[in-house]
């Protein structure tokens, strides 16, 4: 219908929009598909580099704080611990304490991480499994690991033996229901397409679950790991009053006693020195060579 015969009908004709052509100006360097980064972007780019400064800020933040504070019996300045964890390096065996602390909690972890892997397997492949696997957790996940101590020390006497059943407790139960939530996790079609293979029992665990629910099972044992520092020196610290040796607990609760405040200082530094290897070295390691080579996690 054109506009004259719309004007006859009354309406209204909508006025015609005049053409006209617009140039394009130039973009210059915003609309760059790609421009050279500048140092600070580069420097900023570089993981290692940003948590170092982390770190960086967090002694001056120490230093500071101890400085105005001045009770080095209560605080001491992070300059202080540097020298009292330089000391206990080179003239009190503090490497050697380190390395029975490392030698007890690896064993406890080892034999925890294949106790988890048997279990959820169990849980997995059969339903009195699965109720085996959730009746244990809800009894024992919420015990902390440090109240089966005094027990420890009645069945296994004082020693490593006790060490190491109260870190396997530790890491057993956070570790087998990561595991467990990332084998439940795993798609059906995978499932279905490993038993069109013909995998059963343990190879259907170990090369279609365990793969499928690495992410899962790789947070498990950075919890555990965490788990199991933290059950060692609470319970090397009261292994060290019971028979007067033992490792990093035992270099702490010491010094303690004898008010080298600087000393418990260097003793914790150690111990978060040991944790920031595994996690950035050990775990980082594992996490590139498998989810991320995998391409499932970013």
Do not use: C
Request: proline share 4%; glycine share 8%.
């Amino acid at each position: 219908m054109t506009g004259l015969t719309l004007a006859h009908q009354g309406r209204r004709v909508p006025p015609i929009r005049p053409e006209y052509e617009r140039t394009v100006a130039t973009t210059g360097p915003i609309g760059d598909v790609a421009r050279p980064l500048s140092l600070w972007e580069r420097i900023g780019n570089i993981t290692a580099l940003r948590r170092f400064a982390v770190l960086a800020a967090v002694a001056l933040l120490w230093q500071i704080a101890a400085t105005w504070q001045n009770n080095p019996l209560m605080f001491p300045t992070f300059t202080a611990t540097v020298t009292a964890l330089w000391d206990g390096i080179w003239r009190e065996n503090l490497l050697s304490m380190a390395w029975v602390s490392l030698s007890v909690l690896l064993k406890g972890y080892a034999i925890a991480v294949v106790l988890a892997v048997l279990l959820t397997s169990f849980a997995v492949s059969t339903r009195i499994g699965n109720d085996v696997l959730a009746t244990l957790t809800s009894m024992f996940n919420p015990l902390p690991a440090i109240a089966l101590l005094p027990i420890a020390m009645l069945w296994f006497g004082l020693g490593a033996v006790s060490l190491t059943f109260v870190l396997v407790h530790a890491v057993l139960w956070p570790l087998a229901l990561n595991t467990h939530a990332g084998f439940t996790s795993v798609s059906e079609t995978l499932r279905m397409a490993g038993r069109n293979y013909g995998l059963r029992g343990i190879r259907y665990v170990v090369t279609m679950l365990i793969p499928a629910a690495f992410p899962a099972i790789l947070t498990g044992l950075k919890v555990g790991w965490a788990f199991a520092w933290r059950t060692l020196i609470a319970a090397e610290l009261v292994f060290g009053v019971s028979s007067g040796k033992g490792g990093l607990g035992w270099f702490i609760f010491q010094n303690r006693n004898e008010l080298y405040i600087d000393k418990v200082f260097a003793g914790l530094v150690t111990v978060i020195l040991i944790g920031l290897v595994v996690e950035n070295v050990v775990f980082r390691w594992i996490e590139t060579h498998t989810v991320r080579k995998w391409g499932m996690v970013r």
